[in-house]
């Protein structure tokens, strides 16, 4: 498990790509957030988790296969993650964050447009309802 990457991913690195070719400016794995985001866009408030299925989780998916080896130690293993990934949403949301979550099966090829058109959907909603807020104080 040394040789699994936290960092740098190949479904993070898709999306900060297209983030970038879009216009979109942020920071990486920011630690002074709960959580260590992958990405964050401080001008929108938002945080994105890109989370491998395997990792996290991802409940009906088909990326997501228990392990028959060790099962009930990978299960706990699992069910910490996902109470760690909740824990951080409900602090991220007392600090006024948007949280978008992508999942690696959202990036394969032939989802992977849909799922990135749809950030950058969500990321202009933000950033109007934003604006709203600031012209009516």
């Known amino acids: 498990m040394s040789q699994i990457r936290g960092k740098s991913t190949k479904p993070e690195i898709i999306v900060r790509k297209y983030l970038f070719s879009e216009g979109f400016r942020y920071r990486l794995n920011d630690t002074k957030l709960p959580g260590k985001p992958d990405i964050v866009l401080p001008k929108y408030r938002t945080v994105i988790f890109v989370n491998g299925c395997f990792w996290h989780g ?11 080896t060790r099962a009930e130690w990978w299960n ?21 964050y948007n949280i978008i979550t992508v999942w690696e099966c959202q990036l394969k090829p032939s989802f992977r447009e849909k799922a990135l058109k749809s950030i950058i959907d969500l990321l202009y909603k933000t950033h109007l309802d934003i604006l709203r807020t600031q012209q009516t104080k």
């Open 58 to 68: 991802h409940t009906d998916c088909k990326y997501f296969v228990l392990p028959k």
């Open 76 to 96: 706990e293993k699992i069910k910490r993650t996902k109470e760690r990934d909740e824990i951080s949403n409900q602090q991220l949301n007392q600090l006024s």
